[in-house]
């Protein structure tokens, strides 16, 4: 990312986590799922520049 900003490629950088959280749902209650992946990755998203 960092690299992308010092060489002039891309501008408003953003690095976001994206985590979907599921739920279960029963008859006596609503609580998140208690097995899940606890890390999905990372989303780079920015705007590219062009020369």
């Known amino acids: 990312m960092r690299?992308?900003?010092?060489e002039k490629m891309a501008v408003g950088l953003q690095l976001s986590e994206?985590?979907?959280r599921e739920y279960q749902v029963l008859p006596s209650g609503t609580?998140?799922?208690?097995?899940?992946?606890?890390?999905?990755?990372?989303?780079?998203?920015?705007?590219?520049?062009?020369?």
Do not use: D, R, V
Request: aromatic letters at 10%; hydrophobic letters at 40%; a neutral charge.
């Open 18 to 20: 994206p985590w979907l």
């Open 31 to 51: 609580h998140p799922c208690m097995q899940m992946s606890a890390f999905g990755g990372y989303i780079l998203s920015g705007t590219k520049i062009c020369e």
């Open 3 to 6: 690299n992308l900003q010092l």
